[in-house]
C-alpha cells in the first residue's frame, strides 16, 4: 500500500504515515530527547506556579511546611512518572492512561476513562489553565483591588476561542505557538527566582523565622494543599500520549523524565522562596496573582513585565493541554471507544478539528460555571482516581507477568508509593469534607455504563446517529483519517 504523509497529529514533532491498505495510523519516530524533555516541561509550568502558591500556604499554614509540600509534590510526579515509564515500555502505544487501562483491565474500565477524561477531566485542565491566564490578562486593568468575575470569565472564554482557531487552521501554527510560549515563562521564572536570590542576599528572611508556625495537620487540609500543588506538576505524564513518536522509547522515555522534572521541581522551590523572600505569608495570601504581587514588590516600575509573561506562560500552556487533550479523544476513537466524527480531520487543514471543537464547547461551560479552585479540586481527584488504576495495572503486570520484554524497570516500592499516595488522595478530601459535588462526580463516572453496553459492547448505533455523522461531515468539511487524504 502506498503511503501517505500527513499532519493529522497533536504532537510538535509528529508527522503520520497512513496506509491505504490497513487503514492503520503509523505514527513517526521524531520526538528525540531534547522535544521530550521540553514537552514535559513547557505543559507543567502552566498557570499552577503563579496561581496555587497562595493556595498552598492557605491549606497548610505556613511557609516552611507549604515548602515541604511542593517538594512532596515534586517527588510524587517523579515516582508517577518513573512508573509510567515502565508501562510505556512495556506497552509502546500513544494514548496514555487510556491505552494502559485497555490493554491491562480491558474494554470496559478504559471507556469509563476515555468517557470521563474527554467529557470532564481534559476541559476541566483547560478551564482552569485559560481562568488563571484570564486572572493575569486583566490584573493590571485594576490596580489595587481585585479583578471582577464577568471580567475574567469573559477573557477566558476568548482565551479559548482563539486556542480553537489556531489549533484547528494549522499543526504547524500551534507548535511554533508553543514553542515561543516555553521559552517566555522559563525566562518569567529565572526573573523571579533571580529577584529572590537577591532579597535573600540582602538579608530579606523574616517569612522563613519560626517557618514551622501555625502549621494545620489536618488530613484533608494536607490532601487539599497536596491537589494545589500537584496541578503545578500536571503534565509530568504526557510523554506517554506520544510513546509511537518517541525515538528509542526505551531510552527516551525515563531519560527525559529524570531530566525535566527534578529540573521543574527545583524552578518551583525557588520561586516559591522568592515569594517568601517578598511578601510575608499574610500578604501572599490576600494577594489574587502571587506573581504581580512579586512584581509590584521587586520590580517596581517594570512589574508589567511580571503579568505579561506569565499571561503568555498560561496562553502556552493551556496551547498545550489543548494539543495533547486530542490525543485521547483519537486514540479511543480509532479503537470505537468515541464517536467516530471525533477521529476526523478537515480535508484541508488537516486538523483534528472536532476533537478540538468538542473540547473547547466543554471547556467553555465549565468557565461559565466554575471557578479556578474548586475545577482544580474536582479535576486533580479524577486524575488521581485513574492514575491509581493505572498503576495498580503496573503492580499487576510486574508480580503477575514478570516475563513481558521491558527494557527500564522500576523499583517495586516506587508505584506503590504512588497508588498509596493516589488512594490517600482520592480518599482524603471524602473523609476530611464531604463535598455533593464529589458525589456527582463518581455517579458521572459511572453513569458511562448507560452508554457502553449498547454502543460500543452490542454496538447497536440507531440511523439517526450516523445521519448525524454524515451532516457534521459535510458542515465541518471533515474525513476519515484513515484511507485517502483526498
Request: charged share 10%; hydrophobic share 50%.
Amino acid at each position: 500500500p502506498t503511503m501517505r504523509k500527513r499532519k493529522t497529529t497533536d504532537s510538535p514533532h509528529s508527522s503520520t504515515d497512513l496506509s491505504k491498505g490497513k487503514g492503520k495510523l503509523r505514527l513517526k519516530q521524531e520526538v528525540g530527547l531534547i522535544s521530550g524533555v521540553s514537552l514535559i516541561a513547557g505543559t507543567m509550568i502552566g498557570s499552577g506556579i503563579f496561581m496555587s502558591p497562595e493556595w498552598v500556604l492557605h491549606h497548610m499554614g505556613s511557609p516552611a511546611s507549604s515548602l515541604l509540600i511542593w517538594a512532596a509534590c515534586g517527588l510524587l510526579a517523579m515516582f508517577g512518572a518513573l512508573s509510567y515509564a515502565e508501562l510505556g515500555t512495556i506497552i509502546k502505544e500513544s494514548g496514555g492512561e487510556y491505552i494502559y487501562i485497555l490493554r491491562i483491565f480491558g474494554s470496559f474500565p478504559a471507556f469509563l476513562f476515555a468517557y470521563t477524561s474527554v467529557i470532564l477531566v481534559r476541559p476541566a485542565g483547560l478551564a482552569a489553565v485559560c481562568l488563571s491566564f484570564a486572572e493575569y490578562a486583566v490584573a493590571p486593568f485594576y490596580p489595587g483591588c481585585s479583578s471582577p468575575q464577568v471580567v475574567i470569565k469573559c477573557t477566558a472564554t476568548a482565551c479559548i476561542l482563539l486556542l480553537t482557531i489556531i489549533n484547528c487552521l494549522n499543526v504547524r501554527l500551534a507548535t511554533s505557538v508553543m514553542n515561543v510560549f516555553t521559552a517566555a515563562k522559563l525566562l518569567a521564572l529565572l526573573v523571579i527566582v533571580v529577584g529572590g536570590l537577591v532579597l535573600l542576599a540582602k538579608g530579606q528572611t523574616q517569612s522563613f523565622q519560626n517557618a514551622f508556625q501555625n502549621t494545620t495537620a489536618g488530613i484533608g487540609a494536607v490532601g487539599v494543599a497536596f491537589y494545589q500543588g500537584l496541578w503545578s506538576y500536571d503534565g509530568w505524564n504526557n510523554l506517554n500520549y506520544v510513546t509511537e513518536e518517541l525515538k528509542k522509547p526505551e531510552v527516551t522515555l525515563p531519560r527525559a523524565v529524570m531530566i525535566a522534572i527534578p529540573l521543574v521541581t527545583c524552578l518551583y522551590l525557588l520561586v516559591n522562596m522568592s515569594y517568601l523572600a517578598a511578601m510575608t505569608p499574610s500578604e501572599l495570601l490576600s494577594s489574587g496573582a502571587v506573581a504581580v504581587t512579586w512584581g509590584d514588590k521587586v520590580l517596581g516600575s517594570w512589574a508589567w513585565l511580571i503579568s505579561l509573561s506569565v499571561a503568555l506562560s498560561t496562553f502556552g500552556s493551556s496551547n498545550g493541554t489543548f494539543f495533547s487533550g486530542g490525543r485521547v479523544c483519537y486514540v479511543a476513537a480509532r479503537e470505537g471507544h468515541m464517536p467516530d466524527i471525533l477521529s476526523m480531520a478537515h480535508v484541508r487543514c488537516l486538523t483534528p478539528s472536532p476533537a478540538l471543537l468538542f473540547t473547547s464547547v466543554m471547556s467553555l461551560i465549565m468557565i461559565i460555571s466554575g471557578s479556578f479552585t474548586s475545577i482544580v479540586n474536582f479535576f486533580s481527584f479524577i486524575a488521581w482516581l485513574f492514575y491509581g488504576v493505572t498503576i495498580s495495572g503496573l503492580l499487576y503486570l510486574k508480580i503477575k507477568k514478570p516475563e513481558l520484554p521491558r527494557s527500564y524497570k522500576v523499583p517495586i516500592i516506587i508505584p506503590i508509593i504512588v497508588l498509596m499516595a493516589a488512594v490517600y488522595l482520592v480518599l482524603a478530601p471524602i473523609i476530611d469534607q464531604p463535598q455533593i459535588e464529589i458525589l456527582y462526580i463518581i455517579l458521572f463516572i459511572f453513569s458511562g455504563v448507560i452508554l457502553y453496553f449498547p454502543l460500543v459492547r452490542f454496538k447497536c448505533h440507531p440511523r439517526f446517529l450516523q445521519k448525524v455523522t454524515l451532516h457534521l461531515q459535510l458542515f465541518l468539511e471533515v474525513a476519515p483519517t484513515t484511507g485517502d487524504a483526498n
